[in-house]
């Protein structure tokens, strides 16, 4: 009987623990859709309460807060799609569409591309630290890929534009990595890989116009 009794009560904590476990994961999968349809709720607000930036309305498009570009005039401001995972919990992210130019001497703001239909992954500001502005850009290089769903192994193009985003200057095509954009002996210098090889191109840091380039060659392990 007692063996009976120890069994009849660890049978009933049993059940007791079960219930609250029960009770514990649902109220946290509804906390999770709470959080999770309220974050994307929040998102679509904030994009149709911003400024519009598309002819018809896109509510996954968000303009982000304007940053000075160091030793000008000019400001520029991200235009980010959010991207919502797979699933809930499963995370999100941005991608940067485009880069708005901002000139408070003139009334138009405008884009460095001209539409929303690429993504701009690797970027590079290249700096003077030796100017009486310290950190001045000089000029900025980025990755242009188009959209796909494997952006990392998808090659696009590189392009190179100045402070005021008004000189745009094509670098080549077929770039899948950005590695390097920096000033080097006078030079600005980019690394980057196109078509499986490294290739390195020297620019005149003013006029961006390209002075040398020339493939490395990076020699195989044995």
Sequence with gaps: MTAQKFFRYLWRIDAILILLAAGAITFGIGALL?????????????????????????????????????????????????????????????????????????KAAYWLLPDDDHIIGERFDVKNEKDATRGRILATAVLVKPLTDQPESTAGRLILFDASGKNIVEVATDVRDLHVATLNGGDLTLLYERGKHLVSAAFDPLSLAKKREQEIDVPQLK
């Design 34 to 106: 709470v959080s999770e349809f309220g974050g994307r709720t929040a998102m679509r607000r904030n994009a149709e309460a911003g400024v519009p930036v598309a002819a018809g309305p896109r509510a996954d498009l968000f303009l982000g807060h304007a940053q000075a570009v160091t030793g000008t005039a000019v400001m520029r401001a991200d235009l980010t799609v959010s991207r919502e995972g797979a699933g809930f919990s499963s995370g999100g992210y941005s991608e940067t569409r485009n880069i708005l130019f901002i000139d408070p001497a003139q």
